[in-house]
C-alpha cells in the first residue's frame, strides 16, 4: 500500500458544497432533497455530469440507481463505493452524500495518479435510501439486490400521493439497465457516523462490521370523536390516550431491553386534530432497532401485545402495517478486518462498532462482500442541518475508503 497516493481535501468539500446548494435550506448548512423530487433531479444531474467528466459508463436502471464505471486492466466485476444523494426534509449535507462524493474523488486521485487496478472501479447512488417519501428506506439498493420486484416498487404510493414510478418518468430516470443488477466484487461505503460514539471516544475510523435490524410499523387507532367538556372520562374511547401510552411504551422498552435496543415514534396525528375533540382516530409510526434479531423480534411482540391491550381497554380499535422490516446485518469478516488494517496502516485511530442507522451496504451485502467506514459526526448529529464533520476527519475517511477499495481491486 502507498500510504503517499492521498485525495484532495479541497476538491472533495467544494464538491460536497455544491451538492449541497441544490435544495439547500435558508440561513442553515443543510438541504432537501426528498427522493425523486425536482430537487433530487437537479441534484442527480449534477453528479451524474461530474460521472461523465471523469469519462465513467455511466448506467441508470428501472428503479433510478446510478452506476459509474472506471475501467480496470481487467475485465469483470467492479469493487464498487457509494450510498445515496437523497435526504430527509431537514437533512444535512454529509449524510449519504458523503459516500458517493468521496468515491468520484477516489477515481480522479486514481487517474490523476496514473493508476489502473486490476479490477475496474465504480461508485453508485442509490434510489430513496432515506424513505423518507417513499417507503421503505434504502428501497433503490433493495430492488438492485432483487430483494423486491421493480413492478412493486414502482408502485409504491408516497407520503404526498406521488407514485415512485410516475416520478422516475417524470424527472427523467427510469433507467434502461435491468434490475436486479450485477453483483460487484466487494462493495465499500463510506459514511458519517451519525451517532456519538467515534468522537466521545476520540477515534477517527469506524470499522463497521454490521448494521442492526429495523423494524418499522404504521399504527393507526379508531375511537370515538366526542366533546372534550362534556364526555366523562370512563365513557371515552381516546385512540389519543391508546397513542401516548404505546409512546411512553416504546421508551420504557427500550430502556428495559438495554443498549444496544433502541425505540421511537416520530409521526403522530390526530383527527380532527381540534383542542376541544377528542380525538376520532390516531395514527403514528412506531421505529424499532436491535442488532440481535431474537432481541428484535421480543420487541416487536411486547409492543404489539401493549398496543392492543390498551386499544381494547379503551374501547379502540386498531391497524397495523409493516412498513419496513429487515434483519441485522453481519459484513464480510475479510473486509472488515481490510478497512480496519487499512486505516491502522495509515496512522488512524479504529474501532470496530455496528451502525445503528440503515444503509444501502446492508443490501449489497446480501450479493457480494460487503463493509463499510465511519467517521465522526460532531455531537452526534444527523438528519439535522447541523450535521458536521471536520475536513481532516473527512480526509481521513476518505484516503481509508481510497486505500481499501485499490487493495480489494488487485486482490
Given at each position: 500500500m502507498d500510504?503517499t497516493?492521498?485525495i484532495?481535501?479541497?476538491?472533495?468539500s467544494?464538491?460536497?458544497a455544491?451538492l449541497a446548494a441544490?435544495g439547500?435550506i435558508e440561513?442553515t448548512e443543510?438541504?432537501a432533497?426528498l427522493?425523486?423530487t425536482?430537487e433530487?433531479?437537479?441534484?442527480?444531474d449534477?453528479?451524474v455530469?461530474w460521472?461523465?467528466?471523469?469519462?465513467?459508463?455511466?448506467?441508470?436502471d428501472g428503479?433510478?440507481n446510478?452506476v459509474?464505471?472506471?475501467a480496470?486492466?481487467?475485465d469483470?466485476p467492479?469493487?464498487?463505493?457509494?450510498?445515496?444523494i437523497?435526504t430527509?426534509?431537514t437533512g444535512g449535507?454529509y449524510?449519504?452524500?458523503?459516500?458517493v462524493l468521496?468515491?468520484?474523488e477516489?477515481?480522479?486521485?486514481?487517474?490523476?495518479?496514473g493508476?489502473?487496478p486490476l479490477?475496474?472501479?465504480?461508485?453508485?447512488?442509490f434510489t430513496?435510501?432515506e424513505?423518507a417519501?417513499f417507503?421503505?428506506?434504502?428501497?433503490?439498493s433493495?430492488?438492485y439486490?432483487?430483494?423486491?420486484p421493480l413492478?412493486e416498487?414502482?408502485?409504491i404510493e408516497g407520503?404526498?400521493?406521488a407514485?415512485?414510478?410516475?416520478?422516475?418518468?417524470?424527472?427523467?430516470y427510469?433507467?434502461?439497465?435491468?434490475l436486479?443488477?450485477p453483483a460487484?466484487h466487494a462493495f465499500?461505503?463510506?459514511?458519517?457516523?451519525?451517532g456519538p460514539?467515534?468522537?466521545?471516544?476520540?477515534?477517527?475510523?469506524?470499522?463497521?462490521?454490521?448494521v442492526q435490524?429495523?423494524?418499522?410499523t404504521?399504527?393507526?387507532v379508531?375511537g370515538?370523536?366526542?366533546?372534550?367538556?362534556?364526555?366523562?372520562?370512563?365513557l371515552?374511547?381516546d385512540?389519543?390516550?391508546?397513542?401516548?401510552?404505546c409512546?411512553?411504551?416504546?421508551?420504557?422498552l427500550?430502556?428495559?431491553?438495554g443498549?444496544?435496543?433502541?425505540?421511537?415514534v416520530?409521526?403522530?396525528e390526530?383527527?380532527?386534530?381540534?383542542?376541544?375533540v377528542?380525538?376520532?382516530?390516531?395514527?403514528?409510526?412506531?421505529?424499532?432497532?436491535?442488532?440481535d434479531e431474537?432481541?428484535?423480534?421480543e420487541?416487536?411482540r411486547?409492543?404489539?401485545?401493549?398496543?392492543r391491550?390498551?386499544?381494547?381497554?379503551e374501547?379502540?380499535?386498531?391497524?397495523?402495517?409493516?412498513?419496513a422490516?429487515?434483519?441485522p446485518?453481519?459484513f464480510?469478516?475479510?473486509?472488515v478486518?481490510l478497512v480496519?488494517?487499512?486505516a491502522?496502516e495509515l496512522?488512524?485511530t479504529v474501532?470496530r462498532?455496528?451502525s445503528?442507522?440503515?444503509?444501502d451496504?446492508?443490501?449489497?451485502?446480501r450479493?457480494?462482500?460487503t463493509?463499510?467506514v465511519f467517521?465522526?459526526?460532531?455531537?452526534?448529529?444527523?438528519?439535522?442541518?447541523?450535521?458536521y464533520t471536520?475536513?481532516?476527519?473527512l480526509?481521513?475517511?476518505?484516503?481509508?475508503?481510497?486505500?481499501t477499495m485499490l487493495q480489494?481491486?488487485?486482490?
Amino acid at each position: 500500500m502507498d500510504s503517499t497516493l492521498s485525495i484532495d481535501i479541497a476538491r472533495l468539500s467544494a464538491r460536497l458544497a455544491d451538492l449541497a446548494a441544490i435544495g439547500a435550506i435558508e440561513g442553515t448548512e443543510g438541504c432537501a432533497r426528498l427522493a425523486l423530487t425536482d430537487e433530487d433531479k437537479a441534484g442527480r444531474d449534477l453528479v451524474v455530469t461530474w460521472m461523465r467528466d471523469l469519462g465513467l459508463d455511466v448506467t441508470i436502471d428501472g428503479i433510478g440507481n446510478v452506476v459509474g464505471v472506471m475501467a480496470g486492466a481487467n475485465d469483470g466485476p467492479p469493487v464498487m463505493c457509494g450510498s445515496h444523494i437523497d435526504t430527509v426534509r431537514t437533512g444535512g449535507r454529509y449524510d449519504g452524500n458523503l459516500g458517493v462524493l468521496a468515491g468520484l474523488e477516489i477515481i480522479e486521485t486514481v487517474q490523476a495518479a496514473g493508476i489502473t487496478p486490476l479490477r475496474p472501479l465504480a461508485v453508485a447512488f442509490f434510489t430513496d435510501e432515506e424513505g423518507a417519501r417513499f417507503p421503505p428506506d434504502m428501497l433503490g439498493s433493495l430492488v438492485y439486490v432483487g430483494g423486491m420486484p421493480l413492478e412493486e416498487a414502482l408502485d409504491i404510493e408516497g407520503i404526498d400521493g406521488a407514485i415512485v414510478g410516475d416520478e422516475l418518468e417524470r424527472i427523467g430516470y427510469a433507467g434502461p439497465a435491468p434490475l436486479p443488477g450485477p453483483a460487484p466484487h466487494a462493495f465499500v461505503e463510506l459514511h458519517v457516523e451519525q451517532g456519538p460514539v467515534l468522537e466521545q471516544e476520540g477515534v477517527t475510523v469506524g470499522a463497521v462490521d454490521g448494521v442492526q435490524g429495523i423494524s418499522w410499523t404504521e399504527v393507526i387507532v379508531t375511537g370515538q370523536s366526542n366533546h372534550a367538556g362534556t364526555t366523562p372520562m370512563s365513557l371515552r374511547k381516546d385512540p389519543g390516550y391508546v397513542a401516548a401510552a404505546c409512546v411512553a411504551f416504546v421508551r420504557e422498552l427500550a430502556l428495559e431491553l438495554g443498549h444496544p435496543q433502541v425505540g421511537t415514534v416520530g409521526r403522530i396525528e390526530f383527527h380532527p386534530n381540534l383542542v376541544n375533540v377528542v380525538p376520532a382516530s390516531a395514527s403514528f409510526t412506531v421505529d424499532i432497532r436491535n442488532t440481535d434479531e431474537a432481541l428484535l423480534q421480543e420487541a416487536e411482540r411486547r409492543f404489539d401485545e401493549f398496543l392492543r391491550a390498551t386499544a381494547e381497554a379503551e374501547g379502540c380499535t386498531v391497524e397495523t402495517r409493516v412498513l419496513a422490516r429487515f434483519e441485522p446485518v453481519i459484513f464480510d469478516p475479510a473486509v472488515v478486518d481490510l478497512v480496519e488494517r487499512t486505516a491502522a496502516e495509515l496512522g488512524h485511530t479504529v474501532k470496530r462498532m455496528p451502525s445503528g442507522a440503515g444503509h444501502d451496504a446492508q443490501m449489497l451485502a446480501r450479493v457480494c462482500p460487503t463493509a463499510m467506514v465511519f467517521t465522526p459526526s460532531r455531537d452526534g448529529i444527523s438528519h439535522n442541518p447541523a450535521e458536521y464533520t471536520s475536513p481532516s476527519d473527512l480526509e481521513a475517511g476518505t484516503n481509508v475508503l481510497l486505500h481499501t477499495m485499490l487493495q480489494l481491486a488487485n486482490s
